[in-house]
C-alpha cells in the first residue's frame, strides 16, 4: 500500500489496502477531512495528537469530524482528553504532535 504512487492509486486498490490493515494487523482508523487543495494544510488530521502519561492532547479543527476522532480515542485509552483547538496552525502544515515532536513526559 505504501509503495503505490499516489497518481497510480485507485479507489479500488486504497479500499483492498485499508481492509487488509484494518483485518489482518487490526487497527483502528481516525476520520478525516483533508482538503486537497490546501496541500500544506494540517487540518482534519487526527492523528496528530499529543499522548502524555497523564493525557492524551487532541487537535480540534472546528470540522464535523471533530468529535468522532474523540469518541474513537476514549475508547483507547483511559487517560484524560483534552481538546486543543489546532485549526490556525494547521494551516501552515502542522498540528499538535509536530509542534511538540521533542517534548517528552
Known sequence: CVNTPYNNTTEKHLKKCLDILKNKFKIGFLPTELN?????????????????????????????????????????????????DASAISKYGGSLHCLTQNYFL
Do not use: M
Not at 492523528?47 to 471533530?66: C, G, M, R, W
Open 36 to 84: 486537497l487543495k490546501e496541500t500544506l494544510s494540517a487540518k482534519g488530521i487526527y492523528v496528530n495528537f499529543l499522548e502524555t502519561s497523564h493525557a492524551v492532547f487532541i487537535p480540534q479543527y472546528n470540522l464535523k469530524s471533530d468529535e468522532k476522532a474523540i469518541q474513537i480515542i476514549q475508547k483507547h485509552t483511559q487517560k484524560t482528553i483534552v481538546t486543543i
